[in-house]
Nanobody, 126 residues
Framework: QVQLVESGGGLVPAGGSLRLSCAAS????????MGWFRQAPGKEREFVAG????????YRDASVKDRFTISRDNAKNTVYLQMNSLKPEDTAVYYC???????????????????WGQGTQVTVSS
């Protein structure tokens, strides 16, 4: 079992920045591909960014590609999402996810995720 706990969410004005953290316990984070998903009210969950086991490869959705950066520190069992130039449409609950597959349509839909965090709210005011 892996427990994932997100932190770092909050209220920020448009154009601002936030850094989300996801701390893992139970197993070594290096065993998993890690990712961030988000879900806005009334909308389906969507993929934001993913990072492979070593951190050498990352993938970001086109909507955040130039603004968000995913990284990981396996020694600290933590994955991060640096979010810059935030927009009101980024408002959502952000979820950390641990996976065994990196890439592919099922991965992007979150269908292969083994463990989910409880989520952290990000609200961007206009």
């Amino acid at each position: 079992q892996v427990q994932l706990v997100e932190s770092g969410g909050g209220l920020v004005p448009a154009g601002g920045s936030l850094r989300l953290s996801c701390a893992a316990s139970g197993r070594r984070l290096s065993m998993y591909v890690m990712g961030w998903f988000r879900q806005a009210p009334g909308k389906e969950r969507e993929f934001v960014a993913g990072i492979n086991w070593s951190g050498a490869a990352t993938y970001r959705d086109a909507s955040v590609k130039d603004r968000f950066t995913i990284s990981r520190d396996n020694a600290k069992n933590t994955v991060y999402l640096q979010m810059n130039s935030l927009k009101p449409e980024d408002t959502a609950v952000y979820y950390c996810a641990a996976d065994r597959i990196f890439g592919g349509s099922s991965y992007l839909r979150g269908e292969t995720v083994d463990y989910w965090g409880q989520g952290t709210q990000v609200t961007v005011s206009s």
